[in-house]
């Protein structure tokens, strides 16, 4: 959503699911983004689903990145 670009729109579905899942494939992260959005996103792309970062963390943290922002 923050890149306002579709991932993978050009490849398959069927193709995209095992690049995905089965291959840990993710899109890259524009280096002009935030680095506090980059680090959760990259985090919450973690293959172990407990070393995601709950939903609260991640409103923690985009909380106080705009703190720190204002």
């Known amino acids: ?3 306002l670009n579709e991932p ?3 490849v398959p579905k069927n193709i995209m699911e095992k690049m995905v899942v089965e291959k840990d494939y993710r899109p890259k992260c524009d280096e002009k983004w935030p680095a506090t ?3 959760i996103i990259l985090k919450s792309w973690d293959p172990v689903p407990k070393k995601r970062p709950s939903f609260t963390a991640i409103k923690d943290a ?3 990145a705009i ?3 204002s």
Do not use: D, F, G
Request: charge should be positive.
């Open 8 to 10: 993978y729109r050009k």
């Open 37 to 39: 959005l980059t680090r």
């Open 62 to 64: 985009l909380t106080n």
């Open 67 to 69: 703190k720190i922002r």
């Open 1 to 3: 959503m923050i890149s």
